[in-house]
């Protein structure tokens, strides 16, 4: 199957130069695009018990599609993907007539996503009674087999061990998901044991340097960094082509937006602008509990929000993991402790029936109210314009790990007000604008075939737990074998 192009209208001829400029790309976009099927290929001999799909052309025929770019779902589609892209997109009765030799899975009853992209995904796990652990082998496993093709770790405690996690998967040796690592993270005199705690401006500038050199994409600066630090960090990551995102409390939005960040993370629940008296470069404790009744359409607020949209900065949403600290809402998702290594999941369990059963007034956890107020703090950045993206971030007491925590922001999404086709574009074609990865994020042809398949409809159900395969880059994964194989060992391997 080949694609057609055409020049636009009034367009210029390129010239000589420009040909051999164009001709140069194109050859290290094939170079790289074989580099990419050679380690799929890998991939999918290396662990052949865990592949569902692998034909030179696959296609999946009688599915919905939710395509990632805000237009209407569309039914009985045909999806054919080629040499690891999607070659072709129609109706079934118009596409199978010309399917030739190709692999074709009846999928009836089956919905068709992106797929997802998250922009808050650690490597890591923290959970119970104050545990930590790399999670190279479960994690990524449970990632892509929950539908996550590509993450941004957002945050490395152990950098090393993600770059080389990253290589690995890359090559084909392992299975997970693509990954966008990031340095340690950068926070001031304050912090775990395990980020780099900066002492000024030249600190900042001097460990940005080392660790762009290594070869991270993104670095995270951390609650209690000053604007100096800060802005230090950003300007000498971008001088590297690295990027910056932030969990910040210290510094507030607008500070960090006029200092360049390119991104920022958890939404209402780490900026502590709106604070009565709140100083600069201070991290005001318990500044949360006074947004019970933040006005999100005052002129306070809006500020921000233009702010962000203005300079092209998105909002990372991470619903997950602040729900299982609320007070009054449902049971934790039981998958959750049959994933974990039981002697975590009795720990998180103990403590998710603790706070899921406080009173409202005990102060445990997060008051309900604030909760519904961060909800309705990204739905009106959303309507305002900006760019909103999601990510699970495992951390906590445990109870949102990863994978599992990604589809349960599906839900929370909804509950912000966001409909099931909005939710598929913040989980899939947001995240991958701010990596910057325009061939992933929708189905669309000439895209890589990163592709949930899930059971049933999202758009009825409400939910996208029942992943049954995962394609990355045209390989499709036996979504429920992957869970199988990291089953009770997940947060200690």
Not at 353 to 375: C, M, N, Q, W
């Amino acid at each position: 199957m080949t694609l057609t192009t055409r020049t636009r209208p009034g367009a210029r001829t390129p010239s000589l130069g420009a040909f051999s400029a164009l001709a140069a790309v194109a050859a290290l976009s094939t170079a790289t695009g074989h580099a990419r099927l050679a380690a799929q290929e890998e991939a999918a001999e290396r662990f052949a018990e865990f592949v569902a799909v692998h034909a030179p052309v696959v296609a999946l025929t009688k599915v919905k599609i939710i395509d990632g770019t805000g237009g209407p779902s569309r039914e009985d589609m045909a999806i054919v993907i080629e040499d690891g892209r999607i070659a072709a997109i129609g109706p079934t009765a118009e596409v199978a007539a010309g399917l030739g030799n190709a692999r074709v899975v009846d999928l009836g009853g089956h919905t068709v996503i992106p797929g997802l992209v998250g922009l808050h995904n650690h490597s890591y796990y923290t959970g119970g009674d104050g545990r930590a652990a790399q999670l190279s082998f479960s994690g990524s496993r449970l990632y892509l087999a929950s539908g996550v093709t590509t993450i941004r770790t957002t945050g490395a405690r152990a950098p090393y061990e993600e770059l080389n996690l990253k290589a690995a998967i890359d090559a084909g040796r392992s299975i997970g998901p693509r990954m966008f690592t990031t340095g340690p993270y950068l926070t001031g005199e304050e912090g775990s044991q395990s980020m780099a705690h900066l002492d000024g401006a030249e600190e900042a500038r001097r460990l940005v340097r080392y660790w762009a050199e290594e070869g991270v994409s993104w670095f995270k600066a951390y609650t209690w960094i000053s604007r100096e630090e800060l802005g230090a960090a950003i300007e000498e990551a971008h001088r590297h082509g690295v990027k910056v995102t932030a969990h910040l409390c210290s510094v507030g939005y607008r500070e960090a937006v006029a200092l360049g960040i390119d991104n920022l993370e958890h939404g209402l629940f780490a900026n502590s602008e709106y604070h009565p008296g709140k100083q600069p470069d201070d991290c005001p404790s318990g500044f949360r509990t006074g947004y019970a009744h933040l006005d999100v359409g005052s002129e306070e607020v809006q500020a921000t929000f233009r702010d962000m949209i203005e300079n092209d900065v998105a909002m990372t949403s991470t619903l997950a993991v602040y729900e299982i600290s609320v007070p009054g809402r449902d049971p934790i998702d039981p998958r959750v402790y049959e994933m974990l290594a039981p002697e975590i999941a009795e720990e998180v369990r103990e403590r998710a029936e603790f706070i899921r059963s406080a009173t409202l007034d005990s102060g445990i956890g997060i008051h309900p109210d604030v909760y519904r107020k961060a909800l309705e703090y990204e739905y009106a950045f959303v309507q305002a314009g900006g760019t909103l993206a999601a990510g699970v971030d495992p951390t906590g007491y445990g109870a949102a790990p990863p994978g599992l925590g990604d589809q349960a922001n599906f839900e929370l999404l909804l509950e912000a007000g966001f409909t099931p086709v909005e939710v598929v574009q913040i989980m899939s074609a947001n995240g991958a604008r701010v990596l910057g990865m325009d061939d992933l994020g929708t189905i669309e042809v000439g895209k890589l075939a990163d592709l949930v398949v899930l059971e049933g409809d999202p758009e009825a159900d409400g939910h996208i737990r029942d992943t049954r395969m995962v394609f990355k880059g045209g390989i499709g994964w036996d979504a429920p074998m992957l869970m199988e194989s990291v089953r009770g060992i997940v947060g200690i391997r």
